[in-house]
Structure formats: C-alpha cells, structure tokens
T-cell receptor, first 115, second 113 residues
Framework: AQSVTQLGSHVSVSEGALVLLRCNYS??????LFWYVQYPNQGLQLLLK??????LVKGINGFEAEFKKSETSFHLTKPSAHMSDAAEYFC?????????????FGKGTKLSVKP | DGGITQSPKYLFRKEGQNVTLSCEQN?????MYWYRQDPGQGLRLIYY???????QKGDIAEGYSVSREKKESFPLTVTSAQKNPTAFYLC????????????FGQGTRLTVV
C-alpha cells in the first residue's frame, strides 16, 4: 500500500537559515509526488511536483525537492528562510484507486521562522 | 480565471441542523474531493467523485452526504448525525492522470454554536 510520512510536525528555523522539511513515501510503483503549502485559513497551493522527469524539482518561492528512490524520500528545501515562508507544508503521493481517492497526504509540517 | 470556489468562507450551525457547503470549479476537472482538516490531523478524505452521478466514501464519510449532478459542482452536506462538525473543510478538483495536481478552494470554516 502506498503512504507518505512527514517527519516532524513542527519545524522552527531562523530567518536566513536553511529550510529542510522531510517526506518519505512508500510505493510499490513509481510514485508521483507533490508538495503543497497552506497559509492560515486558506486552501492548499502547489509548490512543486515530481512526475519522473528530473529528480531535482524546482518550485515556486525558491523551494526545491529532490526525489531519491534509494531512500524513498522527497524532502523539501530552501536555502534561506524568509518570514513569509511560515506556513504548513504537506507532502502527497498519487496512488492507483483506493479509498484515498487517488491522493494520499502526509499529516503536515508547520514551519515557523524566527526573526 | 479558472479555479475552484468554496462558499461560504465562514458558517455557523446550530446543533441538530443540516448545512450545505458549496464547491464549484470551472477547470473542467472530472474528479472532485472533500477533505476535513483539524489541527494536527492533516487532511482527511470525506467523499470523492471521479465522474458525474458517481461518488465514493472516503475515510470519514459518516455524518456527511454529497451529490454530483453537474461536473462543475460537488456540494457537501453536514448532517445532524455528524457529532463533531466544527472543522475547516476543503474542496479540491483534479484532472485526469496520476501526475496531475489537485487544485484547492479557499476552504469553509464551520462552527457549531
């Protein structure tokens, strides 16, 4: 069965520091992977997605993620955090059928950015 | 502009009442989804529909009902059977293909008073 795990429900970094949000997936077939961002009281917005083209995927707002098959990971990074990056981030994997409606989301990681 | 619209943004319900949350999309997507979001629990799937006049239960369908009479619309009714309806509700739509992303509405915050 396919699943996705986000390590750390809350991550805190200083402004200007590296952001690293972890996502590991479980899939018996090549996965399609997504990172979304959610600001308070808003919907989710796509940051980037992996669809088996390049393993290093660049997204909006300076974020990028690297697909590592050997580690079954798709961690999200940004070299230098900005105050506006404070939000909740969700990793998701696309699956075949199932009760999840074809998309499985992780439980989310809330990012805090300290001045 | 294409997008997905949820209304209202805030909704208050008295105990024992049914309420309906609206979700409309003009992206021509076949699939639509309803999620419930509670603090620390991520997104939990309530119902989804992959084609008009057909829908499937997600993980927490009890106390909810949906309809899909038009491709553009996927309203969610929170019934009086839902014992703890206070939450943030998100609607999403998605095109065909496993590599396509879901597009989300801005959410409806439902509060029981």
């Amino acid at each position: 069965a396919q699943s996705v795990t986000q390590l750390g429900s809350h991550v805190s970094v200083s402004e200007g520091a590296l952001v690293l949000l972890r996502c590991n997936y479980s899939s018996s077939v090549p996965p399609y992977l997504f990172w979304y961002v959610q600001y308070p009281n808003q919907g989710l917005q796509l940051l980037l997605k992996y669809t088996s083209a390049a393993t290093l995927v660049k997204g909006i707002n300076g974020f990028e993620a690297e697909f590592k098959k050997s580690e079954t990971s798709f961690h999200l990074t940004k070299p230098s955090a900005h105050m506006s990056d404070a939000a909740e981030y969700f990793c998701a994997v696309s699956i075949y059928g199932g009760s999840q409606g074809n998309l499985i989301f992780g439980k989310g990681t809330k990012l805090s950015v300290k001045p | 502009d294409g997008g997905i619209t949820q209304s209202p943004k805030y909704l208050f319900r008295k105990e024992g009442q049914n309420v309906t949350l609206s979700c409309e999309q003009n992206l021509n997507h076949d699939a639509m989804y309803w999620y419930r979001q509670d603090p620390g629990q991520g997104l939990r799937l309530i119902y989804y529909s992959q084609i008009v006049n057909d829908f499937q239960k997600g993980d927490i369908a009890e106390g909810y009902s949906v309809s899909r009479e038009k491709k553009e619309s996927f309203p969610l009714t929170v019934t009086s059977a839902q014992k703890n309806p206070t939450a943030f509700y998100l609607c999403a739509s998605r095109g065909q293909g496993k590599g396509t992303e879901a597009f989300f509405g801005q959410g409806t915050r439902l509060t029981v008073v």
